[in-house]
């Protein structure tokens, strides 16, 4: 009976660990943000879960997007670009066209919750943060915007929806591989 008893429990022990060994995943991709290099910001797994700003997903991931899904089956779709060893990792940002003020198009000023905003004026002139300066091009058939800054920054390209007084914005955050501290 002792002999059934430990043979019955090395193999509840096995099947055990060999559930939770194929139910974590394996790590594929992880990526952090340029500036914080050794912070991880996404990390991808074969299973098709991912852990994206400290939350828990699923994914699923294409050419040109990241789909996360959350436990309320919500989506975010994420673009992104590869540059060789090198993401572009573009995330949605919400601005709401300041009070009472006439736009046309992109044309005004736009400001998130947090204070951050963008204007742009019919000149083709732009402020970020209201310590950025340039100009913008505008490609409507990409829903695109070109950001050529005064100062000696890599011009960016923004993503944008436009629906009345709300600018959504996929802007890009450069990534690179997670460095080991």
Request: glycine share 6%.
């Amino acid at each position: 009976m002792k002999k059934v008893l430990k043979t019955t429990s090395i193999l509840t022990m096995l099947i055990v660990m060999m559930t939770v060994s194929a139910g974590c995943g394996k790590k594929t991709e992880s990526w952090a943000y340029t500036h914080e290099p050794t912070e991880e910001a996404i990390a991808l797994y074969d299973n098709g879960k991912a852990v994206f700003k400290g939350e828990k997903y699923t994914y699923t991931k294409d050419d040109e997007y990241i789909t996360l899904t959350d436990k309320d089956k919500n989506e975010t779709k994420l673009r992104y670009e590869m540059n060789g060893d090198t993401m572009t990792l573009y995330e949605k940002s919400t601005y709401k066209l300041s009070s009472e003020e006439e736009h046309d198009g992109l044309v005004g000023t736009w400001t998130q919750d947090n204070g951050w905003s963008y204007v742009f004026t019919k000149d083709g002139e732009f402020s970020e943060e209201g310590i950025f300066f340039g100009h913008y091009t505008v490609d409507e058939k990409d829903s695109c915007i070109k950001l050529m800054y005064s100062d000696p920054i890599e011009d960016a390209y923004l993503y944008y929806t436009l629906n009345d007084d709300e600018l959504v914005i996929d802007y890009p955050w450069p990534m690179i591989k997670t460095q080991q501290n």
